[in-house]
């Protein structure tokens, strides 16, 4: 069975500080990993999709990265704000969605 | 503004019940989807369309009903054979299908009284 799974499940950091989401995936086949930012009560908005033959793509503070050998993906989000709250979600080959990661940053 | 929108924000249903869920996009695009999230889990896929008056069957489609008579509207119904519905419903639409982004409205709260 195709599995995506996200790591942590949650996360709380202070205003400013960086921090990096795992996301693991079994999927196959495998054709591109996208990841979704969710606000509280919205619905996901697109932050960056990545093909097998790309392995870091940015898009404003956040920088993704994969791995198709290992089958890893990571979100990095740099300086972050208090907008950032919310929950990050990869979903690969357009099909198979992870969980996601809350992410709650403090004042 | 261009964009995909959900309607009602919440909504109750009754036991033996059918509740239908509303999305309307004014995005040209041709693929719509419903997905259902619950808490702690990924967005499970119940239907989509690629195209007006066809939809396909998604990964728990069991207890749900969708048409697709225009372009730009692709209703739910939640029907009382869905034994669970209590969950966040939610609608996208994409371009196409493969690597094209899938826009999402707001979302519809289903809960049972």
């Known amino acids: 069975k195709n599995q995506v799974e996200q790591s942590p499940q949650s996360l709380i950091i202070l205003e400013g500080k960086n921090c990096t989401l795992q996301c693991n995936y079994t999927v196959s086949p495998f054709s591109n990993l996208r990841w979704y930012k969710q606000d509280t009560g919205r619905g996901p908005v697109s932050l960056t999709i990545m093909t097998f033959s790309e392995n870091t793509k940015s898009n404003g503070r956040y920088t993704a990265t994969l791995d198709a050998d290992t089958k890893q993906s990571s979100l990095h989000i740099t300086a972050s704000q208090l907008s950032d709250s919310a929950s990050y979600i990869c979903?690969?080959?357009?099909?198979?969605w992870g969980a996601g990661t809350k992410l709650i940053i403090k004042p | 503004d261009g964009g995909i929108t959900q309607s009602p924000k919440y909504l109750f249903r009754k036991e033996g019940q059918n509740v239908t869920l509303s999305c309307e996009q004014n995005?040209?695009?041709?693929?719509m989807y419903w997905y259902r999230q619950d808490p702690g889990q990924g967005l499970r896929l119940i239907y989509y369309?690629?195209?007006?008056?066809?939809?396909q069957k998604g990964d728990i489609a069991e207890g749900y009903s969708v048409s697709r008579e225009k372009k730009e509207s692709f209703p739910l119904t939640v029907t009382s054979a869905q034994k669970n519905p209590t969950a966040f419903y939610l609608c996208?639409?994409?371009?196409?299908?493969?690597?094209?982004?899938?826009?999402f409205g707001d979302g519809t709260r289903l809960s049972i009284l």
């Open positions: 996208a639409s994409s371009m196409g299908q493969g690597n094209q982004p899938q826009h």
């Open positions: 979903v690969v080959s357009s099909r198979d």
């Open positions: 369309s690629q195209i007006v008056n066809d939809f």
């Open positions: 995005l040209n695009h041709d693929a």
